[in-house]
């Protein structure tokens, strides 16, 4: 791949990824231990909802300053800004003694959810240059998942053997390990484009984000879907796992996940730069739809437990790869992360509905595999539509 890109793009790239794999791997971490640290310090199930709700909440909205912003002051400043956010975060909740203080400090790490995110994201697909956004972009989204692999065991490893302060502490140094990398990506790859004066940042910019709305309506709509699974999976496939099978560690699900991810991130993000975004997008979606209709009859045919992992991680980090680089080309150069901003409010929403909706639902019907079930024939049904439908084509 890096032979076919000029030395300078292949040397950003590389440090973008090694910046990524720090940041990435402190948002999984969070993720995965704050509502543990919650109900350690006395909260409540519904101030951990709350804190998940809130967080990815002001990252939906504060996206909406940093998208532009970073198309005007440039990449490389916004997400310099996000990762200081994380680390001065780390630092603060050395000193937290109260559930309401950490929820709080939630806030603040969505500031760099809200501006590190995009800026990496439309930084890799500058690398790629014309012909290989696909590609770039599904190679930063493997270290995604590769950081989704490593980072909660092993920040659960040492919550379990040398508690809390020491685990704020190796945060902070992810924060700060991820920061330093990007003093040294190009201006020309993260800086602000030449022809773009920093005080044009007007309202006309900022409502880019409904322009690209009205412009990519299939982008948003499958990116939206495509998350909607992965806030079930993630709230509800363990306590599934639990209740209805054997499997001793219901956790390994998202292990295979998270390798279906990187073999996803790399396979359809390839394709997609060859074949086309549409179709390799409604086969990531069908594979998606196809692992969870595996998924939900785990408790009839144990062996499915691995396919349904691969099949579904494969497809859901395939398709976010696709449709990020196909957001890419929707947009202009200096348009690239407000419109990458768009995209990562509707996987943001997508997630927090799905969890909701698939809750509602489940104590609705009480049957949790034939709504697994239905779903992924949902899913692989709205793959074939979406396919054939000529008038999204582009």
């Known amino acids: 791949m890096c032979s076919e890109q000029p030395a300078r793009e292949c040397r950003d790239f590389l440090i973008l990824l090694i910046s990524a794999f720090f940041i990435y791997t402190y948002n999984n971490i969070f993720m995965v231990v704050t509502p543990v640290l919650l109900v350690r310090m006395g909260g409540t199930d519904m101030i951990v909802g709350l804190q998940s709700t809130l967080f990815l909440a002001a990252a939906v909205i504060l996206r909406f300053f940093f998208g532009p912003l970073a198309d005007v ?52 697909a500058t690398c ?41 502490q190796g945060t902070a140094w992810l924060a700060l390990l991820g920061m330093l990398p990007i003093f040294l990506i190009s201006l020309k790859k993260a800086g602000p484009p030449q022809e773009t004066n920093p005080r044009e940042m007007n309202l006309r910019q900022r409502l880019n984000l409904w322009i690209f709305l009205q412009k990519c309506p299939l982008i948003i709509s499958n990116t939206f879907a495509a998350a909607l699974i992965y806030g079930i999976l993630i709230s509800f496939a363990v306590l599934f796992l639990k209740d209805e099978t054997k499997i001793s560690n219901p956790g390994y699900f998202f292990t295979l996940f998270s390798l279906g991810g990187i073999l996803g991130n790399l396979g359809f993000g390839w394709l997609s730069d060859r074949w086309g975004r549409l179709p390799i997008n409604s086969w990531s979606f069908l ?80 049957n949790a595999a034939w709504l697994y079930g239905t779903l992924g024939m949902v899913w692989v049904g709205y793959a074939f539509i979406v396919s054939r439908y000529s008038g999204f084509r582009g």
Not at 85 to 108: D, E, I, K, N, P
Not at 326 to 339: P, V
Request: aromatic letters at 10%; one cysteine or more.
């Open 287 to 366: 594979l998606l739809g196809g692992g969870i209709i595996l998924f939900s009859i785990i408790p009839q045919v144990p062996l499915c437990f691995y396919p349904a992992g691969l099949f579904s991680g494969a497809g859901y980090f395939g398709s976010i790869a696709v449709l990020m680089a196909w957001m890419t080309e929707k947009a202009e150069l200096n348009e690239r992360t407000t419109a990458l901003s768009l995209q990562q409010n509707a996987l943001d929403m997508g997630i927090a509905a799905g969890s909701g909706m698939f809750g509602m639902l489940l104590a609705a019907v009480g």
């Open 73 to 124: 002051r440039g990449r490389r400043f916004v997400m310099l800004l996000g990762s200081a956010s994380f680390l001065l975060a780390s630092v603060m909740l050395c000193h937290a003694g109260t559930v309401w203080q950490v929820v709080l400090l939630r806030l603040l790490q969505a500031v760099g959810l809200a501006s590190y995110f995009p800026a990496a994201s439309a930084t890799a």
């Open 128 to 168: 790629g240059g014309s012909g290989q956004k696909g590609q770039y972009i599904g190679i930063l989204r493997m270290v995604a998942s590769l950081s989704l692999m490593v980072g909660p065991v092993g920040a659960l490893y040492i919550i379990q053997n040398y508690r809390y302060p020491l685990f704020f």
